[in-house]
T-cell receptor
């Protein structure tokens, strides 16, 4: 059963704590992405990775960090430096064809709430 | 900078009627336009996409049209059903790894 999995589905964090969100895919996709979604807004890109051991900042990278040690995994850490981390976090993946835009497929999301 | 505007933000239609959602984009180099449907508490799912070398694409009750000159594209859903109720996002991309999303349209189907 191929797809993208994210865990946990719900996550609660106290202020000042770092938390790590998991994203795994078995689609053999090269590229992976993290987006943040706030109520009533579109998706904003946090980080993306087109290949193992390489990643790029998106539009709102401050307060977040990522790693890409394996092709199938792209964990996101929300650090205490992120001022307003409460949001719905979405992971996506795509085949990468260089300059050709490929379809991005999304996971089910993780809802993070800071208490 | 690159921007995608989406209208309306909310849309309510009678079951069986058609629904139309419109988007405009700013980057004239955009060449890929996907549409996603997001149900409450779930991740977005691709429902249809179109590339700039095509003016229209249809898949059963769903169709997308693209006007490159005017830099706008639209989603058309015909014979709407209760399960069409969701939030719909348009998006535009001019290069790999960079997709700009609209702010979403909440579609409600009245029985």
């Amino acid at each position: 059963d191929g797809g993208i999995t994210q865990s946990p589905k719900y996550l609660f964090r106290k202020e000042g704590q770092n938390v790590t969100l998991s994203c795994e895919q078995n689609l053999n996709h090269d590229a992976m992405y993290w987006y943040r979604q706030d109520p009533g807004q579109g998706l904003r890109l946090i980080y993306y990775s087109q290949i193992v051991n390489d990643f790029q900042k998106g539009d709102i990278a401050e307060g977040y960090s990522v790693s890409r040690e394996k092709k199938e995994s792209f964990p996101l850490t929300v650090t205490s430096a992120q001022k307003n981390p409460t949001a719905f976090y979405l992971c996506a993946s795509s085949i990468t064809s260089g300059s050709y835009t490929d379809t991005q497929y999304f996971g089910p999301g993780t809802r993070l709430t800071v208490l | 900078g690159e921007n995608v505007e989406q209208h309306p933000s909310t849309l309510s239609v009678q079951e069986g009627d058609s629904a139309v959602i419109k988007c405009t984009y700013s980057d004239s180099a955009s060449n890929y336009f996907p549409w996603y449907k997001q149900e409450l508490g779930k991740g977005p799912q691709l429902i249809i996409d179109i590339r700039s070398n095509v003016g229209e694409k249809k898949d059963q009750r769903i169709a997308v049209t693209l006007n490159k000159t005017a830099k706008h594209f639209s989603l058309h859903i015909t014979e709407t059903q209760p399960e069409d109720s969701a939030v719909y996002f348009c998006a535009a991309s001019s290069r790999a790894s960079k997709i700009i999303f609209g702010s979403g349209t909440r579609l409600s189907i009245r029985p």
